[in-house]
């Protein structure tokens, strides 16, 4: 969410950041609103004072036994008019909230230019891709051939994009999870959060736009709505409070299953795990100082390429570009992995800083050491890591000739001591 003072006092730069999504211009708009809601407040102003005087000469007159009836019809007049002048602020500040809800967070200066995910920076590389000696399967073809991994029973449970996983890929699964979740809380300082996987409208919009995303997200017949990742409850605990500065950063983690309709997803990834509308992750999520969030994003993201890191699978960090970065991020790191099957990159972890634009929309401050007034947050978040890309990843890239599929070590505590998932 955006503050009108910074449109008021610079409206080019404002539309400036809007061009570099590829959006329109809309200061104009946004001032002309508020120049009519300021113009009402301040005749407003006016004829409050007006009101007040009649007020005095009221009862001033029936103090003096004097015809006040004249007076009072004025002071009804007046009435009338304060009601619609307030009546017409209310409308334009309600309108002015409403647009500015819908526009994006201005990018950090760094964010490369470009229209969508071609333009993308690749910034550092860890690990090289291996050569296994023979043609890597897909994920899928693994699981399939292993017995342990299942589209069809799904498919006839729940429709398409859903998987039954079954005995060891499913313990695997489950290994992943507690292994993120542990490596967080033990070793990275995130405090261990369980969250409802339900949410109200309120702590949707908090996080992002409601209206723009709503065809992607799942909702119940009470209105709530099944949670696309724990960003939204995770973020929203700050919301309408004001922290001791002493608190920041406060750094929380998850391991959630998520709901997403992927409803821009037609066509794409239709085969396998990796766009499915039941899904889990560890999300970890910072409500940080302002002076204190770059440093926060970069640790975070080093806390999610940990998990890469221990599991030894080739990944790259990225920089998202103007186009690609997400409605409330000023900027993303994208953390892609190597899949073989696919001979291809492809993304498991984002991390994002998004200023005080997610505080301003949940209304979440601090309140300095120094006894000064309440300032906004900054909150970030990002995946440490989707656990079933996780699973896509470990098994493509530690399948064998014969299509076993080796555990990586730092899983055998979670996996009770299973080495390797072969076939029965």
């Known amino acids: 969410m955006h503050d009108i003072r910074a449109v008021r006092a610079d409206p080019a730069t404002f539309d400036a950041a809007l061009a570099r999504r590829g959006l329109p211009p809309e200061a104009a708009s946004l001032l002309a609103l508020d120049a009519e809601r300021r113009a009402a407040l301040t005749r407003l102003q006016a004829l409050q004072a007006e009101r007040n005087a009649y007020a005095r ?10 015809d006040s009836a004249a007076l009072e019809a004025s002071a009804v007049t007046l009435r009338g008019q304060i009601e619609a002048l307030e009546a017409k602020a209310e409308k334009r500040g309600e309108e002015i909230r409403t647009l500015l809800s819908t526009l994006p967070n201005v990018l950090d200066a760094d964010v490369p230019e470009g229209p969508d995910e071609r333009f993308n920076v690749v ?22 051939a292993l017995g342990m991994m299942d589209f069809a029973q799904a498919a006839k449970l729940a429709g398409s994009r859903f ?19 542990d490596l967080h809380t033990r ?25 723009k995303f709503s065809e992607d997200l799942f ?14 409850p995770l973020t929203n605990l700050a919301a309408g409070e004001i922290l001791p500065e002493a608190r920041l950063p406060i750094r929380v983690t998850a391991l959630t299953d998520c709901f997403r309709a992927e409803a821009g997803a037609a066509g794409r990834d239709t085969r396998g795990m990796l766009r499915q509308h039941q899904f889990r992750k560890v999300e970890l999520v910072s409500i940080a ?22 599991l030894e699978l080739p990944f790259r960090r990225v920089l998202l570009s103007a186009g690609d970065t997400g409605f409330a991020a000023a900027k993303t790191f994208d953390l892609e992995v190597w899949l073989p099957g696919q001979q291809a990159w492809r ?24 006894g000064g007034a309440p300032q906004l947050v900054h909150t970030l978040n990002g995946s440490g890591i989707a656990v079933g890309r996780a699973l896509i990843a470990v098994m493509e890239n530690c399948q064998q000739a ?21 076939a029965a």
């Not at 590389?125 to 699981?143: C, I, K, N, V, W």
């Not at 998987?163 to 979740?181: D, K, P, S, T």
């Not at 993304?347 to 300095?368: L, T, W």
Request: with cysteine; hydrophobic share 40%; net charge negative.
């Open 123 to 144: 910034l550092a590389q860890h690990g090289t891709p291996r050569d296994p000696g023979f043609a890597p399967r897909q994920h899928f073809e693994l699981g399939e």
């Open 57 to 66: 000469q009221v009862g001033e007159a029936r103090r003096k036994g004097e």
């Open 347 to 370: 993304e498991i972890s984002s991390c994002s800083i998004c200023r005080d634009f997610q505080a301003r929309r949940m209304n979440a401050r601090f309140r300095p050491a120094d």
């Open 187 to 211: 070793e990275h300082g995130y405090e261990e959060t369980a969250v409802p996987f339900l949410v109200n409208d309120a702590a949707i919009f908090g996080v992002n736009n409601l209206a």
């Open 402 to 422: 014969d299509g076993s599929i080796l555990v990586p070590p730092v899983l055998w505590p979670y996996t009770g001591g299973l080495e390797r998932i072969a």
């Open 163 to 181: 998987v039954v996983l079954r005995g060891a890929v499913a313990r695997l699964e489950r290994a992943l999870g507690q292994f993120m979740i």
């Open 219 to 232: 909702r119940t017949t009470d209105g709530r709505w099944l949670i696309p990742t724990a960003e939204v």
């Open 289 to 310: 100082h302002p002076a204190q969030s770059d440093e926060e994003h970069e640790r975070m993201t080093r806390c999610a390429e940990a998990v890469l890191r221990l």
